[in-house]
């Protein structure tokens, strides 16, 4: 079975600019994840979608960070503009419904300079 | 707020010993889970207790719950240095809500 994929693994751009991350999860699960983590620190949620549909997005800066996930299959996370503090592994996962175990992708590592 | 924290922050033992890692959380939970990450990889689940469990084991792993207590320990016997990783707990308060991780253990077997 294909794990949680995500492109690309590693970015790195200039304070300002912008970025997009996708993620592809596993084929059959409604419920998907993104996740920031910072160096050193567990990962915060960022948004959950179940199929296309926003369950949780409390904790997503949306001034500058937007995630869509266009007919309830692949997602993207974009950061428009980026900041320092963004600097971070951005982890998508996925699971077969809201209570059933997470899987998560290798992770997109950004660094913003 | 952070819901779950690990203690201690950093583990250093032998191969064959044994790893004892420690998690504390504030509000009550629908259950608890523990997850593995190798330097610059994914989380993987280790294992799953729920709120009316106490013990749980996987192979080497034990879990422990303790509502009253709100703490659960992760328990790794005979270590390898392949368990070198950061452990997180993370825990959500109601079924299905958001999953909440705390900062990690960070395991180093040395061989």
């Known amino acids: 079975e294909a794990g949680v994929a995500q492109s690309p693994r590693y970015k790195i751009i200039e304070k300002r600019q912008s970025v997009a991350f996708w993620c592809n999860p596993i084929?059959?699960?409604?419920?998907l994840y993104w996740y920031q983590q910072i160096l050193g620190q567990g990962p915060k949620l960022l948004i959950q979608?179940?199929?296309?549909?926003?369950?949780?997005d409390s904790q997503l800066p949306k001034d500058r960070f937007s995630a869509e996930r266009l007919k309830g299959v692949d997602s993207t996370l974009k950061i428009q503009p980026a900041k320092l503090e963004d600097s971070a592994v951005y982890l998508c996962?996925?699971?077969?419904?809201?209570?059933?175990?997470?899987?998560f992708g290798e992770g997109s590592w950004l660094t913003v300079v | 707020s952070q819901q779950g924290e690990e203690d201690p922050q950093a583990l250093s033992i032998q191969e064959g010993e044994n790893a004892t890692m420690n998690c504390s959380y504030k509000?009550?939970?629908?259950?608890l889970q523990w997850y593995r990450q190798n330097s610059g990889r994914g989380l993987v689940h280790l294992i799953l207790?729920?709120?009316?469990?106490r013990e749980k084991h996987s192979g080497r792993l034990r879990v422990t719950l303790d509502t009253s207590k709100k703490s659960s320990s992760l328990l790794i016997t005979a270590s390898r240095a392949a368990d070198t990783a950061s452990y997180f707990c993370?825990?959500?308060?109601?079924?299905?809500?958001?999953?909440?991780f705390g900062e990690g253990t960070q395991l180093t077997v040395n061989p």
């Open positions: 509000t009550s939970i629908n259950n």
């Open positions: 993370a825990t959500d308060a109601v079924r299905g809500s958001r999953l909440t």
């Open positions: 979608f179940q199929n296309n549909g926003v369950v949780d």
């Open positions: 207790i729920r709120s009316n469990e």
């Open positions: 084929s059959g699960h409604a419920t």
């Open positions: 996962a996925s699971s077969f419904n809201r209570v059933n175990t997470i899987y």
